[in-house]
């Protein structure tokens, strides 16, 4: 039997970027913060700066979503919806990506695939002169649902992102003790 291809992952545009730069930012604050005021005054700070990293990694890194020839994985924020593909009746693309399931319930996703832009074509080269790479995300989650293998009783689940759930928790019971030590 070969192997299972990985899940072909759709993120939003930019979000690791942006949390490399707000983790970067974070850093040279809390440095500051300690050389300035001493270590205790940088712990009393450091949930403040973890709780904006923990905004960007949720709403950029963990919403996505992630296909494969068993169905697709929709994060937004901290909720999950695992559709099977023999649930999806539409793929569509409006200001983003939604599936339409066959009960007539629309999962809307926050991180996922755009259309890719018209790339240019050189002097010399023609439109098929393109690779496979270059189509763009909707026609390759189209290619995997038209490829499932249908399961028909599948089901729709949902659950929560426990991990970033539990992550929440243990900054905010931090930042709460920051603030009872500094008042």
Not at 40 to 58: D, F, H, K, R, S
Not at 169 to 183: F, P, Q
């Amino acid at each position: 039997m070969p192997a299972a291809r990985p899940p072909r992952v759709f993120r939003v545009t930019g979000a690791a970027w942006l949390l490399g730069v707000s983790a970067a930012i974070a850093i040279v604050l809390l440095i500051e913060a300690a050389v300035r005021s001493g270590v205790g005054e940088a712990l009393l700070l450091t949930p403040w700066l973890l709780l904006v990293i923990w905004v960007v990694y949720v709403m950029g890194i963990a919403s996505d979503v992630r296909a494969d020839a068993a169905g697709v994985q929709v994060q937004n924020l901290l909720r999950r919806t695992a559709v099977p593909w023999i649930r999806v009746k539409r793929i569509a693309l409006r200001w983003q990506l939604e599936l339409t399931l066959d009960d007539g319930a629309v999962v809307r996703c926050f991180g996922g695939p755009s259309r890719s832009r018209p790339r240019r074509i050189g002097p010399e080269r023609t439109r098929e002169d393109g690779n496979g790479e270059a189509a763009d995300g909707i026609a390759r989650l189209q290619k995997l649902r038209l490829e499932a293998v249908a399961h028909p009783d599948a089901v729709v689940v949902r659950s929560w992102d426990w991990a970033s759930i539990l992550a929440f928790a243990v900054l905010a019971v931090w930042a709460a003790v920051a603030v009872l030590i500094t008042r």
